[in-house]
């Protein structure tokens, strides 16, 4: 149950091919990291700060000069991406997600810097020292700005976009559900969801009978087991999704690209008076979330009518196999000492319906295709998962989910090379006084500052991984340092205990499911089930892309979708 935290603000709807530009090769990679280690950014003159978009601070009467300056957004010392308007009349610009052009900026300006085009202004976050500050050493400093806004009218007061007094009072509740006990049972829910998603894949696509394998869009077929898995762990409800798309499930679908819609256009124009009963998808809208809403509001009714108030060490003894109703919504009505309402219910359990089903989803489709694109990578998983998994249908215990040390570092490495999401939103509370880290100076982040914390850049950093467009899942085996990155411990595989590398062994320089103190709450629920359904389909299948990996875009939103589908050809693995 990876979480969703919306990107691409103020960004166009777009789309870039994932393989469009060629892949550097290892000696370019190697060389700039090289120099990254050799002339340490802290190394050079430090960049005063600009005067205006395309101007540094003079030096001489350098302190009146900046004071002249700081009544600007820009005057935070931070470079400033003064090439913005002229690429946003390049249509490859326009045509990309954000992060692509935000990617291009951190490589030339560092990673802290200025972002702005006309009125509206962001400071883009790609160091990780930086990064460790906002999200653990100052948390308390930051809120979610914008991106509240923006998903209360899709969230409400669920933990994503939860003001920090409302979430610290919510977390520890919510956390509590994600308890040992439950997570086992869930895992046997992972298992049969995968299996009834290869069932259908061998008998409609995998040619079973003739042995002729068809193309199968693997994205779709994934966000509905996905989507049916979020059901029934959240609410005890059967979505169905892998069977026929229903009345309710197209709501639900339609919600979460309305959410997308809402996160990529640069005007908030349903917040103008009438749009919403004027404009034809908000008009849909309205009536999608009144969809969800009743049924949600009888589920949570039911729910709340016999209530069992049960201490949390019960839960956490509790044998679940006994149990018929094992969701997070009974275990949130039952804990003694939650007082939650029915409202705050409903928002806990929609901000879980949209970043459980939406981002495993995501990670599942990215692995498949790298697996697909990297083959010697499928075989070794394949081998692992025939070793380990006693299951003859390839279905894991929570005890082989942490032998799967293979198969996990693919879905790692996955979500390195595209992270759900690509992009984290901030906003200063008050001033904050960012470290060097590989900018070679401190720059303080004015209160009221909106931040992109950009994780594609952070992921994909040649100064933070080797080869860093590579997949290549083993190079979470591998201690990796940079001098070059004032204060950065680097990657210390030795600091890699749970089910996968987090922000702790990476020093935050990875950051699949945040940090800190608001990183996700179902971050052990979303590798479990990543795990167990990827563990299925290796056993299960062989598989390959069914087009030229330059056919395959990103559009962007929540998480980094398709343009067009997932196209896989799925041959049915014989003894």
Request: overall charge negative; hydrophobic content about 40%; some cysteine.
């Amino acid at each position: 149950m990876a979480c969703v935290t919306h990107a691409a603000l103020g960004a166009p709807h777009a789309r870039f091919a994932s393989r469009g530009r060629p892949a550097p090769s290892r000696s370019r990679v190697v060389s700039v990291r090289a120099r990254a280690v050799e002339e340490p950014k802290s190394a050079k003159r430090p960049y005063r700060g600009a005067l205006f978009p395309g101007v540094e601070l003079p030096e001489a009467g350098e302190a009146a000069w900046r004071g002249v300056s700081s009544v600007f957004p820009w005057g935070n010392g931070a470079p400033v991406t003064e090439k913005v308007l002229g690429d946003l009349l390049k249509e490859e610009v326009r045509a990309a997600p954000l992060f692509v052009p935000l990617y291009d900026y951190y490589r030339e300006y560092g990673g802290v810097y200025n972002l702005g085009a006309g009125p509206k202004w962001f400071v883009v976050v790609s160091d990780p020292v930086a990064v460790r500050t906002m999200f653990k050493d100052r948390a308390d400093s930051f809120s979610k700005g914008i991106l509240t806004d923006i998903m209360k009218p899709i969230m409400g007061d669920g933990l994503i976009p939860a003001p920090k007094e409302l979430w610290a009072k919510r977390r520890p509740t919510v956390g509590a559900g994600f308890h040992g006990a439950w997570l086992k049972k869930m895992t046997a829910l992972f298992g049969a969801s995968a299996t009834r998603l290869a069932d259908k894949l061998e008998r409609q696509y995998a040619g079973s009978d003739s042995r002729a394998p068809i193309a199968v869009n693997a994205e779709d077929e994934l966000y509905a087991m996905a989507l049916d898995v979020i059901g029934k762990a959240v609410f005890n409800y059967e979505f169905g999704a892998l069977k026929e798309e229903t009345p309710l499930i197209k709501a639900v679908y339609r919600v979460l690209r309305e959410s997308e819609h809402r996160s990529t256009f640069p005007l908030q124009y349903w917040n103008i008076p009438g749009a919403m009963d004027v404009v034809p998808r908000q008009k849909q809208f309205k009536e999608d979330i009144a969809a969800i809403n009743d049924e949600l509001s009888s589920l949570i009714t039911t729910a709340l009518s016999d209530r069992n108030e049960t201490d949390l060490e019960e839960f956490e003894k509790r044998d679940y196999e006994n149990v018929d109703d094992a969701s997070l919504l009974r275990f949130l009505v039952d804990v003694r000492g939650d007082e939650a309402t029915g409202e705050q219910l409903r928002d806990d359990l929609m901000t879980m319906l949209i970043a459980g089903h939406e981002t495993t989803a995501a990670v599942l489709t990215w692995t498949m295709y790298l697996l697909a694109t990297n083959p010697e990578e499928l075989r070794k998983a394949q081998k692992e998962v025939d070793a380990v998994v006693a299951d003859p249908g390839g279905a894991p215990t929570v005890e082989e989910i942490r032998l799967l040390k293979n198969t996990r570092l693919a879905l790692a490495e996955s979500m390195r090379l595209y992270p759900a999401p690509p992009i984290l939103i901030r906003r200063a509370l008050e001033d904050v006084t960012l470290p060097e880290g590989g900018m070679g100076k401190q720059i303080t982040l004015k209160k009221g500052t909106d931040c992109f914390i950009a994780v594609w850049n952070l992921h994909r950093s040649p100064d933070l991984w080797e080869n860093p467009e590579a997949f290549d899942p083993s190079r979470f085996t591998r201690r990796f340092e940079n001098p070059g990155i004032k204060g950065w411990n680097g990657f210390d595989p030795d600091a890699f205990t749970g089910l996968y590398p987090n922000e702790q062994s990476t020093d935050f320089a990875y950051v699949p499911f945040g940090g800190g103190q608001r990183r996700c709450a179902g971050d052990m629920f979303a590798m479990m089930e990543a795990t167990s359904a990827l563990s299925v389909l290796l056993k299960r299948f062989d598989w390959e892309l069914a087009c030229a990996p330059e056919e395959v875009e990103m559009i962007t939103g929540a998480t980094i979708h398709t343009k067009a589908g997932m196209p896989l050809k799925m041959t049915a693995r014989r003894p």
